[in-house]
Structure formats: C-alpha cells, structure tokens
C-alpha cells in the first residue's frame, strides 16, 4: 500500500511539533524516518495511524483520502516506542488480540486466529515463548512481540520508526 503525507502539519499549544511536511511512500518500500530528538518523527507516525488529528494536509493510502478515517478502520500497524504490550497477557494473546477484537464480520474463527498466531510468532522467531508473559522477555523479545501485533493488523502498510535488526528485513521482503 503506498502511503501520501500531503502538506501535514502539527501544534501542541502554540508549539509547532510539526512543520507542514509532504512526503510520498510507494507500495512495498521499507522507509526510516531520521530526524533528531523532539523533531516530530512520532507526531508523523500517528497522524498517519490516525492516533493524532492533524492541524492541516491530508494523508492518503493508495490514492485513497483516509483524514478523516477513524483509526479503528485505517488498517495501519504500529510498534509503539515503549511496545504497549498487555501485560496480563501471554505473548501469543498480545499478537491474538488485534485480531479478537475485529468485528464479527471480520474476525476469523478461533483455529485460523491460533494459526496466524502461531504463524507470526514462527516469523520473528518466539514461537517457544507463546506461553511467556512480556515482564519475563527481554527487550528485543518484547519488540519482536509488538512487531508480530502490529503484523497482524495488515500485513502490507507499515511504518518503521527505528532501524531494526535483519530478521525484521527478512519480515518485510515477505
Ligand atoms: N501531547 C503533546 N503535547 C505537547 N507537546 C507534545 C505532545 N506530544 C509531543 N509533543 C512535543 O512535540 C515534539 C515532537 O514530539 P515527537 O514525539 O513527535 O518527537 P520524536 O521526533 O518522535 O522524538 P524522539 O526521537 O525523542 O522520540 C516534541 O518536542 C514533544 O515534546
């Protein structure tokens, strides 16, 4: 999925978190956003979430003006900086809960969301940590599990905030 940033830009009060900014990222390509502390890099990544309403611009996905999307509809994962994993739950119901909570219409029956888990866990390879809570991983198992949420969400439309090992390259050329 290509993603358009047109014109976006951002204030917190009367700080200007973000400079009106225009930037286009075809479909497949994996891009990482470099910009000093306190620049907007985040700002960006959840405007384009729809997490955060922008001040002025619009941002499309595939052509397709998604602005005014509500977040839930956008589709788009996100690994957010200090991970949000559930604490209460074990790795495999952090990845298993994107899916769970999708409308009936859409969700897939219990076996195929195990497999999908299974599946994504094998991919950034924790499948023996299914049963594991995040306070007893490390912090790139941790990420690994955030990667593997976001995954999940919709498998073509990401945004990379951090530059991350390979075995996140060999996800992203699949
Ligand atoms: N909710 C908010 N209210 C007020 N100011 C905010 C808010 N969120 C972010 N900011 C400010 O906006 C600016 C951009 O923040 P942002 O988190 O986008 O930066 P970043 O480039 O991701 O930084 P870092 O690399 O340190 O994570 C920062 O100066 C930050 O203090």
């Known amino acids: 999925m290509s993603i358009r940033v047109e014109n976006i830009s951002k204030r917190f009060g009367q700080f200007q978190a973000l400079q009106p900014l225009t930037l286009e990222i075809p479909d497949g390509e994996l891009v990482g956003l470099l910009g000093p502390s306190g620049s907007g890099k985040t700002t960006l990544l959840r405007i384009i979430a729809g997490l955060e309403t922008a001040d002025t611009g619009r941002i499309l996905f595939h052509g397709q003006d998604v602005t005014n999307v509500h977040v839930r509809d956008r589709r788009v994962g996100f ?16 990845v298993a809960f994107g899916l769970e909570v999708l409308p009936k219409a859409e969700r897939p029956s ?9 599946n994504l866990l094998e991919m950034v390879q924790l499948g023996h940590l299914a049963k594991r809570y995040p306070s007893q991983l490390s912090g790139g198992q941790k990420q690994r599990v955030a990667l593997a949420r976001a995954w999940q969400c919709n498998h073509k439309s990401y945004c990379w905030m951090n530059p991350l090992g390979h075995w996140m390259q060999r996800c992203a050329r699949i």
């Open 79 to 94: 690994v957010f900086q200090h991970y949000a994993l559930f604490r209460h739950m074990t790795v495999a119901q952090n």
């Open 110 to 118: 219990n076996t195929e969301i195990y497999k999908r888990v299974a």
